[in-house]
């Protein structure tokens, strides 16, 4: 037996990736599966900025920091999918949203990193 968060499994569990999956979904209400949609489709068009840290004889890492979706693209994906006025306002918001939180996410998950690997 082995404890996955709140589960115990056996220890001989054929797919834990796919256990680690299932634990990862996200339900997302009708109402909210179009800008969901619409960022997802977007994130591997994302671009991304180098910041290389360190100096010296010391550590240097470099990180790769994601940068906010471009309006523009979240427009084209909205044309491309034929949104009337509303919905397409109503995606770009949501899109927007949902970018800011990953963006803080992703800056603090970088933070941390630097913060490990520095550490004095």
Same mark, same amino acid.
């Given at each position: ?5 709140d589960?115990?499994?056996?220890a001989?569990h054929?797919n834990?990736?796919?256990?680690d999956?299932q ?10 599966r ?6 997802h489709e977007?994130?591997? $068009?994302?671009? $991304?900025?180098?910041?290389i ?15 906010p ?5 979240? %427009?084209a994906?909205?044309?491309?999918q034929? %949104?009337d006025a509303?919905e ?7 899109v927007?949203?949902m970018?800011?939180?990953?963006l ?16 004095k």
């Amino acid at each position: 037996m082995a404890p996955y968060g709140d589960a115990v499994l056996p220890a001989d569990h054929p797919n834990w990736d796919a256990v680690d999956a299932q634990s990862r979904r996200v339900d997302v209400l009708p109402a909210y599966r179009l800008p969901w949609r619409c960022w997802h489709e977007l994130a591997g $068009h994302r671009r $991304h900025m180098v910041e290389i840290y360190g100096g010296g004889m010391g550590a240097i890492r470099g990180v790769s920091r994601p940068q906010p979706l471009p309006t523009l693209d979240v %427009l084209a994906w909205c044309d491309a999918q034929d %949104l009337d006025a509303d919905e397409r306002d109503f995606v770009v918001l949501m899109v927007k949203a949902m970018d800011r939180v990953f963006l803080d996410l992703r800056g603090r998950q970088i933070r941390a990193e630097l913060d490990q690997i520095f550490r004095k």
